[in-house]
């Protein structure tokens, strides 16, 4: 009977430490859709429920326009970078041991550097250059700090490849490109997409190496939002992240819903 109560007990414990850790986790984001559907501008007052919040956030230009740059950006950038750190594990892998191990510790110096270093070094060489800061420079910056993101995701990949397959393929005949595309890309595809989507989602939560980078009225959402802190976030901004998390959140389920669905075909 002891045991029973203790078990019950340390369920009940696990419980209530999980759901303090949702609550942490998730009461921020629901305190901002809360004040998103608010018709006064404070967020101490509530005066009423509103969904003006949302209209205006469709027809504000400076939130559009904050809008595409993030999400181009993102895109164009996470696109390039999985490219690059694709066709650059290809050659990691094509080396010697030690050049393989040299390469991939200079590959982690940028993971360890801080944000701000990145961003004012590659601020620094853009004007040495003589480049002017715009969206271009921007989208090489975010290309430039996704890349290492990418190759950690494909490597393990290219380690897993079966041994030998790539050359058995030339031996009967394939094409070098034929054959990386039959069987050397069907089974780097899984962390050749997880690294688009580190990449992507890397781009769009970049504040400070953007914020370093980019030009005169050159706008993302994070630069926007911080542009603000200074004389008061309008609600217009608090609409504008209920939208995106409710995006995210379809997108979560949807993945989920299809990944159950194919494993359940695979099991049958």
């Given at each position: 009977?002891?045991?029973?109560n203790?078990?019950?007990?340390?369920?009940?414990l696990?419980?209530?430490?999980?759901?303090?850790?949702l609550?942490?986790?998730?009461?921020?984001?629901?305190t901002?859709?809360?004040?998103?559907?608010?018709?006064?501008k404070?967020?101490?007052?509530?005066?009423?429920?509103t969904?003006?919040?949302?209209g205006?956030m469709?027809r504000?230009?400076?939130?559009?326009?904050?809008i595409?740059n993030t999400?181009?950006?993102a895109i164009v950038?996470?696109?390039i970078?999985t490219l690059?750190?694709?066709l650059?594990c290809?050659?990691?892998?094509a080396?010697?041991k030690?050049?393989?191990?040299?390469?991939m510790?200079?590959?982690?110096?940028p993971?360890?550097?801080?944000?701000?270093?990145?961003?004012?070094s590659?601020?620094?060489?853009?004007?040495?250059?003589?480049i002017?800061?715009?969206?271009?420079?921007?989208?090489l910056?975010?290309?430039?700090?996704?890349?290492p993101?990418?190759?950690?995701?494909?490597m393990p990949k290219f380690k897993?490849?079966t041994?030998?397959?790539y050359e058995?393929?030339?031996?009967?005949?394939?094409?070098?490109?034929?054959?990386?595309m039959?069987?050397?890309l069907?089974?780097?595809?899984?962390?050749?997409?997880?690294g688009?989507?580190?990449?992507?989602?890397?781009?769009?939560?970049?504040?400070v190496?953007?914020?370093f980078?980019?030009?005169?009225?050159i706008?993302?959402i994070?630069?926007?939002?911080?542009?603000q802190?200074?004389?008061?976030?309008?609600?217009?901004l608090?609409?504008?992240s209920t939208?995106?998390?409710?995006?995210v959140?379809?997108?979560?389920?949807?993945?989920?819903?299809?990944?159950?669905?194919?494993?359940?075909?695979?099991?049958?």
């Amino acid at each position: 009977m002891n045991t029973l109560n203790r078990s019950k007990a340390g369920n009940i414990l696990r419980g209530l430490y999980l759901g303090f850790i949702l609550l942490f986790l998730y009461l921020p984001i629901a305190t901002l859709v809360v004040l998103s559907f608010n018709k006064s501008k404070s967020m101490s007052v509530w005066t009423g429920f509103t969904t003006s919040w949302y209209g205006d956030m469709f027809r504000n230009k400076q939130i559009i326009e904050a809008i595409w740059n993030t999400f181009s950006i993102a895109i164009v950038s996470a696109i390039i970078a999985t490219l690059i750190g694709t066709l650059a594990c290809v050659g990691i892998m094509a080396m010697g041991k030690r050049s393989k191990n040299t390469l991939m510790a200079l590959n982690n110096i940028p993971l360890l550097n801080a944000d701000i270093v990145i961003g004012i070094s590659l601020m620094m060489t853009f004007l040495v250059f003589g480049i002017s800061l715009s969206w271009g420079t921007v989208l090489l910056s975010h290309v430039t700090f996704s890349i290492p993101y990418v190759i950690l995701s494909v490597m393990p990949k290219f380690k897993q490849l079966t041994p030998n397959a790539y050359e058995a393929a030339l031996d009967l005949g394939a094409t070098p490109s034929y054959a990386f595309m039959k069987v050397v890309l069907p089974d780097i595809r899984p962390g050749i997409l997880s690294g688009f989507l580190l990449a992507f989602t890397m781009s769009v939560d970049d504040f400070v190496i953007t914020h370093f980078t980019r030009g005169a009225g050159i706008n993302t959402i994070s630069t926007l939002i911080y542009s603000q802190v200074k004389v008061g976030i309008r609600p217009t901004l608090f609409a504008l992240s209920t939208v995106i998390f409710i995006v995210v959140l379809i997108v979560l389920v949807a993945a989920n819903i299809i990944s159950n669905r194919k494993q359940g075909n695979e099991a049958a």
